[in-house]
């Protein structure tokens, strides 16, 4: 009986599992692309004149990527979804220094949307998103890695559903709840809400 068949990215994270460290060098050529684009579309989510380039965005993330000295890796989507989390904790530790430097500013309304346009108060937005992001991965998980995979990642439904190991309905039902309590959640902390 021969053995399935992975992808190239799959067969180089097997090997880098079991300590081959040189594959790195023949891994990042086939993620790179893939990474530029996370990067860009998070970046494009920023303000203009964001001081975080693209490329510094994905080099920051490889590097934290390489630095995963113990993480069991699967496969390319499981894989993007580390780099997806990455790349949204570099951008919310940006923003939370620039936060630290202004101080200030009230909670902020973040529609969780599929095609979502973010307000002038985006670095705000981001961190009250990441909070809200962070007490629902207290409650439920699974639930937070979805939105993670599907909204910081821009994975696909099936991509999820391979990353997470579940079927795909399963996550198409947490996106949905998810996007539900996240939308209550950031609702209630904002100025409208609040008198």
């Not at 799959?10 to 990067?39: F, H, I, Y």
């Not at 975080?52 to 590097?63: D, G, K, P, S």
């Not at 009250?128 to 995979?149: N, T």
Request: charged share 25%; with cysteine; net charge positive.
């Amino acid at each position: 009986m021969s053995s399935p068949a992975f992808s190239p990215v799959t067969g180089l994270l097997l090997r880098w599992n079991a300590g081959e460290n040189d594959c790195l060098d023949e891994l990042l050529p086939l993620v790179e692309s893939q990474l530029r684009r996370m990067a860009h579309r998070e970046m494009r989510k920023e303000r203009r004149g964001h001081t975080l380039q693209t490329t510094a965005l994905v080099n920051e993330a490889y590097l934290k990527l390489v630095d995963q000295s113990r993480a069991n890796w699967r496969n390319r989507a499981q894989f993007l979804g580390v780099a997806a989390g990455l790349m949204r904790h570099i951008l919310v530790d940006h923003a939370r220094g620039l936060k630290r430097t202004k101080r200030g500013g009230a909670a902020v309304h973040l529609p969780i949307d599929e095609d979502l346009v973010f307000s002038p108060a985006k670095s705000a937005s981001l961190i009250a998103l990441d909070d809200a992001l962070q007490e629902l991965a207290k409650i439920d998980p699974r639930k937070a890695q979805v939105v993670e995979l599907r909204y910081f990642g821009g994975l696909s439904v099936e991509e999820a559903a391979e990353a997470l190991r579940v079927h795909p309905n399963t996550v198409i039902r947490d996106w949905k709840l998810a996007r539900v309590w996240l939308k209550r959640e950031l609702t209630r902390g904002s100025p409208a809400h609040a008198s």
